[in-house]
């Protein structure tokens, strides 16, 4: 069984940064392909990001240039960098952990865990 636990939301004036964690516990943290997805009021969850356990990344168009994701593998973390946010940035962020493979995907029904998300407020 995998555990992930997410860190880092918050309030945060429009232009400014954030950085989310993620940290995962049991099986083997190395081999997962990781993802961000966030879900707004009323919207449906959307992918933000994913990264492979050997480290490719793929974005989606919102995230391009602004956030980036990365994995910290001795510490079984996973981290999305926020910056230049927007007002509709606003979201609960979750972090998912696809242990069935290790290729990634934008996919949310490809995941197998999922942490219990963080808020993340951007005010105009």
């Known amino acids: 069984q995998v555990q992930l636990i997410e860190s880092g939301g918050g309030l945060v004036q429009a232009g400014g940064s954030l950085r989310l964690s993620c940290a995962a516990s049991?099986?083997?943290?190395?081999?997962?392909?990781m993802a961000w997805f966030r879900q707004a009021p009323g919207k449906e969850r959307e992918f933000v990001v994913d990264?492979?356990?050997?480290?490719?990344?793929r974005y989606a168009d919102a995230a391009k240039g602004r956030f980036t994701i990365s994995r910290d593998n001795a510490k079984n973390t996973v981290y999305l960098q926020m910056n230049s946010l927007k007002p509709e940035d606003t979201a609960v962020y979750y972090c998912?952990?696809?242990?069935?493979?290790?290729?990634?995907?934008?996919?949310?029904?490809?995941?197998?865990?999922w942490g219990q998300g963080t808020q993340v407020t951007v005010s105009s």
């Open positions: 990264i492979s356990w050997i480290g490719s990344t």
């Open positions: 049991g099986g083997t943290f190395s081999r997962f392909a």
């Open positions: 998912a952990a696809r242990t069935s493979s290790a290729a990634r995907t934008s996919s949310a029904r490809q995941y197998d865990y």
